[in-house]
């Protein structure tokens, strides 16, 4: 088990995972790419930290007020249920909201979608992030998501070229398939994440596919609460990989 980094560290670390560029799950659309569930990079005219907490929270009470959260699906701070589809999302306190995107909680009726964004907050200094998008467009099934998803295309298309992605771990599993990604940002120190794709067919034709990112020094306790603390439909969700598969593919990777 990786250990977990100081505080310092963790702050260090939290600020390279929200630097990196985080793109909308829109997977409707045949154009569209899954998320990488991290966020961008500020560049020198961005204003720091200290300068745009202020404006932040304006923002998001503003987007808050703009955006009927409820109507898009949330029942309170740990339950969700999609306006759309119907499928419920249930999560512990160790995650909430994530209000870094605005709003954190949508129906797009028009491309018959549902996204629900949340962020692990056992640590504040340890971030990880998983967004939930429900549809009603199918693109094949798991084995057509798992093919597309490990194509170095694909790979190239998702990350930007500071981005050095390899496809470490996939798999087809019942009506789930997922790719487990090595994410090293060379503009960061060569600083190590970890990005999980998987897309799950539910019995009423619903297709929902997850993102999970995270840093690897808090890669596997996050990957615990995410399989264990959130739960779809009243039961824990149901990933494709145990931590065991994980752990074996990174040290085959020699990662």
């Known amino acids: 088990m990786r250990m977990k980094p100081s505080a310092t560290e ?11 560029v985080g793109l909308m799950l829109c997977l409707a659309l045949p154009s ?7 966020k961008e990079r500020p560049t020198e005219d961005t204003p720091t930290e200290e300068a745009t907490d202020e404006a ?3 923002a998001t009470e503003e987007a808050t007020e703009e955006v009927d959260l ?16 119907g499928y419920t999302v ?30 692990w907050v056992d640590d504040v200094d340890t971030p ?15 084995d057509a998501d798992v093919e597309e998803w490990t ?25 789930s398939g997922a790719v487990v990604y090595s994410v090293v940002d060379t503009d960061n120190d060569d600083s190590q994440y970890y990005t999980i794709y998987q897309s799950t067919e539910l019995a009423d034709g619903t297709t929902l596919y997850l993102t999970f990112s995270a840093y690897e020094d808090w890669f596997e306790d996050a990957y615990d ?31």
């Open 32 to 38: 569209s790419a899954m998320a990488q569930g991290l």
């Open 225 to 255: 609460s995410w399989s264990s603390d959130v739960e779809i439909d009243g039961a824990p969700v149901d990933v494709v990989f145990d931590w065991a598969d994980i752990e074996e593919a990174i040290d085959a990777a020699g990662l």
């Open 90 to 119: 249930e999560w512990s306190s160790n995650w909430e909201l994530d209000t870094y995107y605005e709003p954190p909680v949508i129906s797009d009726e028009e491309n018959e979608q549902d996204l629900l964004y949340l962020i």
């Open 70 to 85: 409820d109507a898009a699906g949330l029942i309170d701070d740990n339950s969700y249920e999609s306006p759309q589809f």
């Open 10 to 20: 963790g702050s260090l670390r939290w600020s390279h995972l929200i630097a990196i």
């Open 56 to 58: 932040t929270e304006e």
């Open 128 to 142: 990880a992030y998983v967004i939930i998008s429900g549809q009603s467009f199918n693109r094949g099934g798991p």
């Open 151 to 175: 194509d170095p295309d694909f790979i190239d298309g998702q990350w930007n070229a500071n981005f050095d992605v390899e496809a470490i771990l996939d798999d087809v599993s019942g009506d």
